[in-house]
């Protein structure tokens, strides 16, 4: 193919081309759903074109939001990223995510996240692993059972209770790192049908407030292989929680799996035998700011973090966040300005993506040569970049 590619929006007509690229990529069902040949509102598509205008790469950026303790952090998520066979190793990729970075943050985006296929392309754009969405098997019979609460109601849920879900789901998740607001013009196109997630929707209610939830799928069967699939189980309280995971025990008989997304430390996990679940799956998630500055000033801190560091940052593909910087971080706030001259603290934007996501403190990103120290420089003050906690993604996209 030629060397060069150009890389635009896609447009309607674009759209069928795009799905036939994905689905041989990614081996998907032939049937297309609906939206694959429509605009989505919330989500911008790129492709890279040939010199003969033959759709040669995809990408898209998906308009999210995270929670970042506390505070809604607008992010260009990206997905369905393919390349044709044909094209691969001529820097398609790179030059669609470039595209997108920038198209990204003319629309006001601060940071993205990603799960890929091949972790080395991605990493020369400056992504980098911070966490894993891991799926697990547990025994069904082994999860504890108790007598149930007096004041607790236990019922199924109905689309009329969908609103007090979504408001449970901010409540567990708001004061973490990374996870999605689930609001918006995509999430509200994908939920305007108002149906019920899955086959079943569980609620556990005090005194009419719903204090906790689980999303779930009854599979098929109810032989040894017969599996439920929990799409989600969330509670504010550990008598909601355990409340919870008595109904989903009760399935023992007819599904010996119980099979779920676990959400480190929350009330519903702690319950759970984790000791003894399989890992049924794993999908490694990748970060990187989109706009270093709008990364720190828009998130959450924690309001006992303070301290001054300057560093000099490199990004291979957004020159806008190279340079020198000095973080600011007091009473629950943080700033990033341009400061002259150099520093002594050198990052690379994979250890900034590092540190920002608390997957990693700055001496283990300096061990990977990820940050740099002149002469006996203690690279540690950079720590300040993470504190708040590891991110953690329950989407897949």
């Known amino acids: 193919m030629p060397a060069t590619v ?8 674009d759209l069928e081309a795009a799905w036939e690229l994905g689905r041989f990529a990614f081996g998907s069902d032939p049937q297309r759903p609906a939206h694959a040949s429509d605009p989505v509102p919330g989500m911008t598509r790129y492709g890279a074109f040939d010199d003969t205008g033959r759709l040669v790469g995809k990408a898209v950026d998906l308009h999210h939001d995270q929670w970042w303790s506390g505070r809604a952090v607008s992010a260009a998520d990206v997905g369905g990223v393919a390349v044709a066979p044909e094209a691969r190793g001529r820097g398609v990729a790179r030059a669609l995510l470039t ?10 985006a601060a940071i993205s996240a990603l799960y890929p296929t091949v972790a080395a392309p991605y990493r020369a754009c400056g992504w980098e692993a911070a966490g894993v969405l891991r799926t697990v098997d547990l025994t069904t019979a082994a999860l504890p059972r108790h007598r149930p609460a007096s004041h607790l109601t236990v019922r199924a849920g109905t689309p009329a209770d969908l609103g007090a879900v979504a408001a449970l789901y901010e409540r567990v998740t708001r004061h973490r790192n990374g996870l999605l607001t689930r609001r918006g013009e995509l999430f509200d196109f994908f939920a305007a049908k108002g149906d019920l997630p899955g086959d079943g929707l569980t609620l556990v209610e005090a005194g009419g407030e719903l204090v906790g939830y689980a999303t779930w ?3 098929r069967g109810y032989g040894a292989d ?5 799409d ?8 909601a929680a355990r409340e919870l995971v008595g109904v989903l025990g009760s399935w023992a008989s007819v599904a010996p799996t119980l099979r779920l997304c676990p959400l480190d430390g929350d009330a519903v996990s702690v319950q759970l035998p984790l000791e003894s679940a399989r890992e049924h799956e794993r999908d490694l998630w990748m970060h990187r700011p989109v706009d270093v500055v709008r990364a720190v000033s828009a998130r959450g801190w924690p309001a006992y973090a303070r301290g001054v560091v300057d560093f000099h940052l490199t990004d291979p593909l957004a020159d806008w966040n190279t ?5 600011t971080v007091a009473d629950g706030a943080a700033e990033l300005a341009r400061v002259d001259g150099d520093a002594d603290l050198r990052l690379d934007m994979r250890g900034f993506a590092l540190l920002y996501a608390g997957a990693a403190q700055a001496r283990s990103v300096a061990q990977a040569g990820l940050l740099h120290g002149a002469g006996a420089t203690d690279p540690t003050a950079l720590d300040l970049l993470g ?4 991110a953690q993604l ?3 996209f």
Request: glycine letters at 14%; a neutral charge.
């Open 217 to 219: 799928q009854r599979g």
């Open 226 to 230: 017969s599996v439920l699939t929990v």
């Open 99 to 108: 595209t997108l970075l920038r198209g990204a943050r003319d629309r006001g």
């Open 6 to 13: 150009h890389v635009r929006e896609l447009t309607a007509d």
């Open 387 to 390: 504190v708040g906690g590891p």
């Open 394 to 396: 329950l989407d897949y």
């Open 323 to 327: 340079g020198t910087w000095r973080l």
């Open 232 to 239: 989600e189980a969330l509670a504010v309280s550990a008598e």
